[in-house]
């Protein structure tokens, strides 16, 4: 629609359309008989929490939304549902609010809380229209989700410890905080002029009038927050409440009701305030009670002192104790349940990736690697020859041959750890040269002299120190000069010459390192054969010692309390990797193995899968969990193929009770 100049009508802007122009009263009449409803809804949230664990990659578990712009009404009877309350046409936009306009009547409010920069008042307009947490971001930390997360329940075998936390890493976590401030700071804006409105009566004001302020939220042309922010605040709590006090949850948190009030300056915000510290206190953990003290305490001095800012500081507090009384009850449901999972682990993986193979997943060049492994040593027991295929991806992680077997769809839950078992091989590598870089020195310096072990054990430490936290271990290859001078400066304190290294021993230790560690080099060679075959060897031990354990044994053998300590020592750092190397091997024999390696391969997708460790095949999940609330008990079961296992409404009201230890 084309739009020419403006017209001005008792203060407001109308836009003059050759299609129309009728007064200001004639489009609200228009806006009432519209039968749309008040939102225009088009959020949409996907992703997961990340899950903190020596094995979890940066980047899982990211929670994203992308909003649609919501419309709001201009005119509404004084009882309405905001849900069925109509919408603007496009005739009917108040355009006579600007931020520059918004801005000046705010400063001559003379209050300093109401203080607000024009980039604020801008974030208005375009900030998101939904809070940063809301019921549908949290829902997939529900316990339904939780059983059927094929990634989780494998990553429980392996990790001791499973921690939900929201992940704000990498550029996605960035942008994720950006918007959540530029929602609070308009969130704040909203606070504001509620407050200035209240303070400076709309019969005082000089003209034109701001008419608008009869009813902030009658304005057309912005997407207002507050509205949103009660419903989501309303729906979180019930998620996180007993049940019982979930009637009371509604009544006090009525949407419709308190904007009604905050247009007529009848709500009470501070008694609001109060009862929700006391729902709050009664209902999280009391590890968490002296934040949500503070933070009821924060809103509360806003209101009393007229400062949006600190009313908004408050609210962001708020939602982010929400947040974290939503994850301390998934991290106990996990530490809880950790154990029948783990018992359950093979038989749920099986369903799980047999309906993926149902789907279309392709595992025949799996088992052409299979077939291929089996036919180079076929004297040896099948379980042993793909145990040693791996210990080979491991080792020759340079190879295409390596590369294309750890991309495996079969191997794709394992991927980030054999990923990780590769740089370990080639971290022992690097600290093997590094040694012989520093006797190599030392028989320079003085003929015919050997390195004590304390004098390597001084080496190792000051080499592991030169690694970056969170890098990978094989890091030091990156940094040759770093790595040069330290190994020099410890074979000089061990002779205990002073002063700094010459041009030519530098040059040359460097230069050892860089041949040593090039992985066509002869000395890279010797040594990758070196450590190859004691890999084996170290493997070939575990299998025998592990094979016949059962799942939550083969756990806490690999998984013990307090864990094993940081291997330094190459043998340590070998024996570190062949325990990992076997734990895999085992849990991924006995999830494949019925289903692709011991069966013909032309019936794969439809294999009865049967119960390791014991039991009979059965179609569904072996687990069932009651999850206990003040309405009864709701059973959920891991249901690999369907995403509603369990409704929100069952999964999120109540935990299962903890009667005491799981062994």
């Known amino acids: 629609m084309k739009v020419s100049e403006p017209l001005e009508t008792d203060g407001h802007t109308l836009n003059n359309s050759k299609s129309s122009q009728s007064t200001l009263s004639d489009h609200c009449e228009d806006v009432e008989k519209s039968p749309e409803g008040r939102f225009e809804r088009g959020s949409h949230y996907t992703g997961r929490y990340l899950s903190q664990g020596n094995d979890r990659g940066a980047g899982d578990y990211e929670v994203t939304s992308q909003n649609s712009t919501t419309k709001i009404h201009m005119r509404r009877p004084m009882v309405a549902n905001l849900s069925s309350s109509p919408r603007p046409s496009h005739r009917c936009v108040d355009m006579s609010i600007t ?75 960035e942008e994720k905080k950006v918007q959540a401030k530029q929602y609070w700071e308009a969130l704040a804006v909203e606070c504001a002029i509620y407050i200035a409105r209240r303070q400076r009566p709309v019969d005082h004001l000089p003209s034109p009038r701001l008419e608008w302020l009869l009813g902030p939220s009658h304005i057309t042309n912005l997407p207002w927050r507050l509205p949103r922010l009660f419903e989501t605040l309303r729906d979180i709590l019930k998620t996180l409440v007993p049940s019982l006090e979930c009637p009371t949850v509604d ?45 009821v305490q ?59 193979i149902e789907s279309g ?83 320079g310096i003085e003929p015919g002299t050997h390195a004590s072990s304390a004098a390597r054990e001084g080496l190792r430490y000051r080499l592991w120190n030169m690694r970056d936290v969170g890098s990978p271990s094989d890091s030091l290859m990156s940094q ?37 560690w090039n992985a066509e080099s002869d000395l890279y060679e010797e040594l990758e054969s070196s450590l190859w075959n004691d890999l084996d060897n170290m493997v070939d031990q575990e299998m025998e010692l592990t094979n016949n354990l059962l799942a939550l044994q083969i756990f806490n053998r690999y998984n013990p309390e307090p864990p094993f300590p940081e291997p330094k020592h190459t043998n340590e750092c070998l024996q570190s990797i062949a325990r990992r190397i076997s734990q895999i091997a085992i849990f991924h024999w006995r999830v494949w193995g019925p289903i692709l390696y011991h069966k013909p ?56 009770p903890h009667h005491g230890s799981q062994h």
């Open 601 to 656: 391969r032309s019936g794969a997708s439809n294999t009865t899968v049967p119960i390791m460790e014991g039991g009979a095949a059965e179609d569904g999940p072996r687990i069932a969990i009651a999850v206990s609330s003040d309405s009864g008990s709701e059973t959920v079961t891991p249901d690999s193929g369907s995403e509603t296992a369990a409704s929100d409404d069952s999964t999120d009201t109540a935990i299962a």
């Open 99 to 173: 931020p520059e306009g918004l801005q000046a009547y705010l400063v001559a409010s003379g209050l300093p809380g109401l203080q607000m920069e024009l980039a604020s008042l801008n974030h208005l307009w375009s900030a998101s229209h939904e809070p940063p947490v809301t019921k549908s971001s949290l829902s997939e930390l529900d316990l339904s989700t939780i059983m059927n997360d094929a990634k989780l329940r494998h990553d429980l075998n392996f990790i001791r410890e499973v921690v939900y936390r929201p992940n704000h890493v990498g550029s996605r976590g």
């Open 251 to 295: 009544q006090r948190l009525d949407v419709d009701l308190l904007i009604q009030e905050l247009d007529k300056d009848a709500c009470d915000l501070v008694g609001l305030g109060e009862w929700l510290g006391r729902l709050l206190l009664g209902s999280c953990s009391p590890l968490r009670d002296p934040i949500a003290s503070a933070t």
């Open 361 to 443: 997943m392709n595992v025949s060049e799996a088992s052409e690697w299979y077939d291929a492994t089996i036919a180079q040593d076929e004297a040896s027991l099948p379980l042993g020859t793909f145990s040693r295929a791996i210990v080979d991806m491991v080792v020759a992680s340079g190879t295409p041959e390596a590369q294309k077997t750890i991309s495996l769809s079969t191997f794709e839950l394992d991927l980030y750890r054999l990923t990780i078992l590769q740089a370990d091989f080639r971290a022992c590598i690097c600290q093997e040269v590094c040694e012989r870089a520093f006797i190599r020195i030392l028989h």
């Open 298 to 356: 924060r809103i509360q001095d806003g209101l009393q002192e007229d400062n949006a800012r600190t009313i908004a500081a408050g609210l962001e507090d708020l939602f982010a104790i929400l947040e974290t009384m939503k994850l301390d009850v998934v991290n106990h449901q996990i530490r809880y349940l950790r154990f029948q999972m783990i018992d359950d682990s093979v038989h749920f993986e099986q369903k799980y990736f047999l309906e993926k």
């Open 480 to 516: 040759p000069d770093d790595v040069a001078i330290e190994i020099i400066n410890e074979a000089f304190k061990l002779r205990g010459i002073r002063g700094l290294p010459g041009e030519v021993i530098f040059s040359n230790t460097k230069a050892f390192l860089r041949d040593g």
